[in-house]
């Protein structure tokens, strides 16, 4: 059986940084490219930032980029999502996703090309 498990999440301070991470189970994750999206209340679940099979190359929203870091540890299927500069328009749950994989450098902002998803972890900013 599949899981996908993040931790991390919690309450900061605008200008702070958190660390989300995304255990793996029942799957070998190097298999996999990853990918964190998250929804805010009211909203639709938003690609954050993924990464391919073995790290080389990563990928962000304009939302994030210079304020995020995707990584990956293959060696403990675990991905991980570390977010400094935090905003409260960063407010959400946090989600880790396992991709397809197919013709992923166009896809790897769609929630469609994956395949297996975490349950989430909240992550709130306040102001």
């Known amino acids: 059986q599949v899981q996908l498990v993040e931790s991390g999440g919690g309450l900061v301070q605008a200008g702070g940084s958190l660390r989300v991470s995304c255990a793996a189970s029942g799957l070998t994750l190097s298999n996999y490219p990853m990918g964190w999206f998250r929804q805010a209340p009211g909203k639709e679940r938003e690609v954050v930032a993924a990464?391919?099979?073995?790290?080389?190359?990563?990928y962000y929203a304009d939302s994030v980029k210079g304020r995020g870091t995707i990584s990956r540890d293959n060696a403990k299927n675990t991905v991980y999502l570390q977010m400094n500069r935090l905003k409260p328009e960063d407010t959400a749950v946090y989600y880790c996703?396992?991709?397809?994989?197919?013709?992923?450098?166009?896809?790897?902002?769609?929630?469609?090309?994956?395949?297996?998803w975490g349950q989430g972890t909240q992550v709130t900013v306040s102001s």
């Open positions: 990464i391919t099979w073995s790290g080389g190359t990563t």
């Open positions: 996703a396992a991709g397809r994989g197919f013709l992923f450098s166009s896809t790897w902002w769609r929630t469609g090309s994956y395949d297996y």
